[in-house]
């Protein structure tokens, strides 16, 4: 393909994507196919020559778009908001198209200082100090894993540079609550602690880590000859977007010198807002943090954002430099490929710039008002209307709500929950993801795409109301 | 941003890039700034209010467009070619546009089921057997981390649910060679297994692992009380392109039940073509397998594709299944969140889905011929010219050269090495990065970005000769 041919087909891309946003809201949020239908549909051999363009979008718009769900669609109030917002598509279309790796500074050194201006931009914009640095990962588990791994290096004394994991003699101990996101008991898995060595802390009425029970269980810990290596805090759990005192908890961590992750995935980009700081109060006490720009802010997806307090460790645990990858350079730049996991890294910057330039830091903030009203406003209808409530604290854009018709407990609630938001999704109206709470299952609704009105939240409401109550 | 604006600097952006690539060939190819000058010409706070579009594509042309390194240079060969060929770049469009997010099948279906179908293409395309998986990861760094991270799980019989790395008697051993990426050490070390369980066995003269003396570390470990968990073989070595003998190592981690990962991150492109598969004989026998397609194949960056033998396993090692991620159809399909490290996803599939669309599988290997015949003729050329030496083999597309005038030995040779490559990458006209081979810097000349004809090759060769010879 010649840059003409691209020039033209690149049109017929953007124009099939403006026509997908224009009429994403007509189209059912759930993707409505039966498992394997799609793969069915596709040749199982790759094509010898080359195929037509008119071929391959008559099969995006048949094959590929019916079996989507929508989430970019107004009334997408399932997971989390993962708003792919257009100037952010367009700083991301930059990249690809440029097609520049970041192995190092010298291999594009525009790469690199971009995301330590755009980085640093955003700590600015949610108040944090000057001591955090801050790298793009792709996703809140891979911040996490490293996180873990930065912790687990920092207790055991850099233990991977003599025999690992392997040589402990004291079992290294890591923290979170059972609210925590599932990638947490996953990074610590895979970082090697093992399950025996992982302490599900007890959480209060709120779903927020309980101080107490967390000072109880590493005292206990120390007490039996263990030694904790890391507390992962929540900053707006997944389930409930429930709160951990960060303040006492890094207070703990202090006192026993562990290492304090803050998980901030969803709620980070409500930080952006001064009201809303009191919800990570005592951050500056953690070691890392990770805020999903790829989420509620509006960033396209892939762009978490790592912020660490000693930029020497993290790169003392994950810096390599074989020889072809050395300039004259080194002394003086950053080289983010000891930043994280990967070596290779695309321009990410690029899409956080445009997002950030085109809004500007008012209209990001205006936006994620709007969706903290919307919340209260649909919190505060649920609350107001018999046999529903609301089982959780609203600090954000999630609200945990249930329908409890009179006589209804037990497995025959949880059936009729499932079968209600069944029935919700299957309009294609709304989409909402059910989780468990307490052991019983009740709806999350998330709400923050970058097109969800007051009249969507209503919209969303009637039919709740209409599938839970048969009316 | 409303989808009409988004159309009207949707083209503008594909009018940018289509002039970009247009007129990279006349770019000096690597960067010439220095560090720190980026950031210094951008601002340090973010913008309150929005800012126009015609401002950002004058930062784009004044600010970012001088600092980068042009990977897709006709001219560009140093580190490896990353081919971000058109086609996958209008597929990489398609995803960002359409913002989906794979958590599960069920929040988009199609972008696990494309996966399904592409990744399974690409396994026909390389001539790998149907007992093999696939699926797409960032980069090689990430899949060959959840290798080692499969084998460290296999060996320990799932230690991770019980104590972890750190209830293991037996060192836990990894072998790999000197020539391996260094994202093989790195993994190794964040996996926990610890420096001093690494085993650098010998490689031969042509830089391949010495099976004999792979057997020999193997016996020596088993001998002492250790476990042999994981041996990296590489098909196509970064410094040199080596083959290390697969058939053979397959076969001694045969007998010992030891985990053979195969490293063909950049090699794996050139298994598309039947002549060339003899390179890896015996990788049926391995357990995993990692080909970049976003190499030298020609998708744009991220997609590491990572086939394993036993899918099973590799979903217990990495599953999680929180409530607000299940759904009736878990039973029916993959949940791709379980094959490596991240939950979120993009649409990755789509940009492999066009390019082998586009091309047709003759395009890709016509291309892949075509700078085997490049890298052979230059090989040539360098070994019928006074002074000059190829330093390994060339199987593939990589050229390992060192001007060596007479009298000139030891860091002063090493000086002469890096003063000539300085020269050539200042010139602008073309690009290499030295590597340090047998403990002295050489020139690793990769050929095989989409554009660089014999005319590009041809070029490169006079210009290297100038600066080396004097002349």
Redesign the interface.
């Known amino acids: 393909?010649?840059?003409?041919?691209?020039?033209k087909?690149?049109?017929r891309?953007?124009?099939?994507?403006?026509?997908?946003?224009?009429k994403v809201s007509k189209l059912p949020v759930m993707?409505r196919?039966a498992?394997?239908?799609?793969?069915g549909r596709?040749p199982?051999?790759?094509?010898?020559?080359?195929?037509t363009?008119d071929?391959?979008f008559r099969d995006?718009d048949e094959?590929?778009?019916?079996?989507?769900?929508?989430?970019?669609h107004p009334r997408f109030f399932?997971?989390f908001p993962?708003?792919?917002?257009?100037?952010s598509?367009?700083g991301?279309?930059?990249s690809?198209?440029?097609?520049?790796?970041g192995?190092s500074?010298?291999?594009?050194?525009?790469?690199t200082?971009?995301e330590?201006?755009v980085t640093?931009?955003?700590r600015?914009?949610m108040g944090l100090s000057d001591r955090w640095s801050g790298v793009i990962q792709?996703?809140?588990?891979?911040s996490t894993?490293v996180a873990l791994?930065c912790a687990?290096e920092k207790v055991s004394n850099y233990?991977?540079?003599?025999?690992?994991?392997?040589?402990?003699k004291r079992?290294?101990v890591v923290y979170f609550t059972a609210q925590s996101?599932?990638?947490v008991?996953?990074a610590a898995?895979?970082?090697?602690?093992?399950?025996?060595?992982l302490r599900v802390v007890a959480h209060d009425g709120r779903f927020a880590m309980s101080a107490p029970a967390l000072r109880d269980a590493l005292e206990r810990d120390i007490a039996a000859g263990a030694l904790p290596a890391a507390i992962v805090a929540t900053t707006g759990t997944?389930?409930t977007t429930a709160l951990d005192p960060i303040a006492e908890i890094a207070e703990i961590a202090g006192e026993h010198g562990v290492w304090l992750h803050v998980d901030a995935a969803m709620a980070g980009s409500a930080m952006i807002l001064p009201e809303c700081r009191w919800m990570w109060n005592g951050v500056e006490g953690a070691d890392s943090l990770v805020v999903n720009a790829?989420k509620w802010l509006g960033a396209?997806?892939?762009c978490s954002l790592y912020y660490v307090r000693d930029a020497q460790h993290l790169v003392r645990?994950?810096s390599?430099?074989?020889?072809?990858?050395q300039s004259?350079?080194d002394g003086?730049?950053k080289n983010l490929r000891d930043w994280g996991?990967?070596?290779?890294r695309?321009f990410r910057a690029?899409k956080l710039w445009?997002l950030?330039?085109?809004?500007?830091?008012?209209?990001l903030q205006a936006r994620i008002r709007r969706d903290l009203e919307n919340a209260k406003w649909f919190a505060e209808q649920v609350e107001a209307t018999a046999d529903w409530s609301v089982l959780a604290p609203v600090p954000l854009q999630t609200v945990c709500v249930r329908h409890e018709p009179p006589g209804l407990t037990g497995d025959a609630l949880d059936r009729h929950t499932l079968d209600w938001v069944?029935r919700v999704n299957r309009s294609g109206e709304v989409y909402l993801?059910?989780?468990?709470l307490d052991g019983r299952?009740m709806v999350?609704v998330s709400i923050g795409t970058a097109d969800t009105g007051r009249e969507d939240v209503a919209a969303l409401w009637a039919l709740m109301r209409q599938e839970a109550e048969g009316r």
């Open positions: 393909m010649t840059p003409e041919e691209f020039r087909l690149g049109y891309v953007v124009d099939w994507i403006a026509d997908y946003r224009s993707a196919v498992p394997g239908e799609v793969k596709l199982s051999d790759p094509p010898e020559h080359p195929e363009f071929q391959i995006l094959i590929i778009l019916p079996g989507l769900t929508h989430w970019q399932g997971y993962a708003n792919a917002m257009l100037a598509v367009l991301d279309y930059l690809t198209g440029l097609g520049v790796l192995l500074w010298q291999s594009s050194p525009t790469l200082e971009l330590e201006v640093d931009w955003m600015r914009m792709d996703t809140a588990s891979t894993l791994l687990r233990g991977l540079a003599r025999g690992g994991l392997q040589e402990e079992p290294l996101h599932s990638s008991e996953k898995l895979l970082a090697g602690f093992g399950r025996n060595n997944t389930t790829h396209a997806f892939d645990v994950m390599t430099s074989p020889s072809y990858l004259a350079a003086q730049v996991l990967p070596l290779g695309r690029l445009l950030i330039r085109e809004q500007g830091v008012a209209g069944e993801t059910p989780a468990v299952w999350r």
